[in-house]
């Protein structure tokens, strides 16, 4: 999305312009997740000392933060877990106060998570570990991995190890565990020069599928998995048979992955352009794509290079496309059901295109988000039918199908 990158690229230019707002100390939660699971979660920082950085200067090795989402059995008390670190939290107040959004200093830092806790409600002894399937996720260009946690923890409510992964300088903040920051390269992507923006955008998709893999590669081990998993199997996560839905430029790399990595079995992209490597060949594995309104395959204003048109005919495999009515480019992160809960949603179209989200409702676009994903999700996986993937349904009218 050309639109977005140029957006929060000159949001994050001006982060150091803002004003210090009253900030309330009221804790405000998200919904609970849905699914039959209670969801806890945990994090932690992977460094690659094999790769460096693309987009800083100097040889930094790769780092990146990861949020892992599990399932656990519904005799855990219930907790609420920060939406996001503080200073996180301050930061995305100030990038969408840029946007109109009226979220003052203090806003994001009262948000919150429903979680398990890690103390059960009672003792069971005959609970056997469980095999839920690995997810992966990344979020879009200049978009915090946090802003995709209700999705996330939705997903794995349903029965899905979902993790989410941060690269840094390509979005806009990243906090390690130490405090310290990694900010938006925004140099790279303030460019309305298209061939420049697909080289950044080339380079970024390129860094992602290592991250995929070296993300896949750590998770692999059993005792790295059994620290941010409890009551794993011996042998830890199934690293071998995963799949990875994303949004925008982490649904470009969704795509980029199934080709260079056998432990992808399907991909899903959210509204994501797909100028990546992995272009020239298409692939064979299950590819979906969800659009938001308007995007179909021939327009050039949300995919100037018409990737989704080029790439179409060299899925040889099963796919789909669908387009989504009512929504914009971030009805597939949370910022619907975020702004919802806070009862900020902007009123105002302006902001509402400033924020590239649609008209619907926050409930609405997390309920069609993550049910489509799920049924992806279980059709890989599991190799299970769902209605939904197979054209319109009278349940979800807004959801439609490109052939
Ligand atoms: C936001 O609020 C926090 C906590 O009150 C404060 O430490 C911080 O300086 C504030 N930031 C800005 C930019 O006003
Ligand atoms: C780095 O690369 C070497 C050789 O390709 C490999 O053996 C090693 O496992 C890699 N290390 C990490 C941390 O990925
Ligand atoms: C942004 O990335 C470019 C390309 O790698 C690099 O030359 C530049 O130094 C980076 N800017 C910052 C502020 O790190
Ligand atoms: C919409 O809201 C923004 C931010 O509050 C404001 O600057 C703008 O003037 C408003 N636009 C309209 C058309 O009301
Ligand atoms: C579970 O067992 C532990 C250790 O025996 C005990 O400390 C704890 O109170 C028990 N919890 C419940 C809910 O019974
Ligand atoms: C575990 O024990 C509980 C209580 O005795 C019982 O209701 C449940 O069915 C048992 N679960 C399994 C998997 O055996
Ligand atoms: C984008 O960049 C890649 C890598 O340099 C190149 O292969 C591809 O042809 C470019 N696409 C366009 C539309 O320029
Ligand atoms: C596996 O992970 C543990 C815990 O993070 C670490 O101590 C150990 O060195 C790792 N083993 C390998 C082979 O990387
Ligand atoms: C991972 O899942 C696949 C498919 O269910 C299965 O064939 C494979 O044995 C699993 N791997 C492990 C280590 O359990
Ligand atoms: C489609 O695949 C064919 C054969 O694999 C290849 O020659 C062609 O370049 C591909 N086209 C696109 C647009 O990816
Ligand atoms: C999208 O929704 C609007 C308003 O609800 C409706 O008028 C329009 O026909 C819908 N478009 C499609 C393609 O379903």
Redo the contacts with the bound molecule.
Sequence with gaps: MLQSYILLALVSLMLCSATPVERSPAQIALPKPTGIYQVGRSVTELIDYNRTQPFVEGDEPVKLMISVFYPVPRQHHSILGAYMPPETAGIEDLELSLA???APNGTFEKLFLHLASNEPTENVTNQTSCQHPLILFMPGQGTTRHFYQQIASTIASTGYIVVTIDAAYDVDVVEYLDGSLAMFNASLWETLDLIALNRTGFTAIETRVGDVSFVLDSLSNATLAHSLVPNLPSYGLNTTHTAMFSHSLGGATAFSVLESNDRILGGLDMDGGLFGPGLSTGTSKPFMIMGHEGYTRDNQNDDPFLTWKTIWPNLTGWKRDIIVNGTGHYDFSDYPIVFETLGIT?S????LD?IYVGNMKGKRALEIVTTYVGAFLDFVIYGKCSELLDGPVAEFPEVTFEY
Excluded: F, I, S, W
Aim: proline share 11%; hydrophobic share 35%.
């Design positions: 109109g959004v009226a902007p105002n179209q302006t902001v400033n």
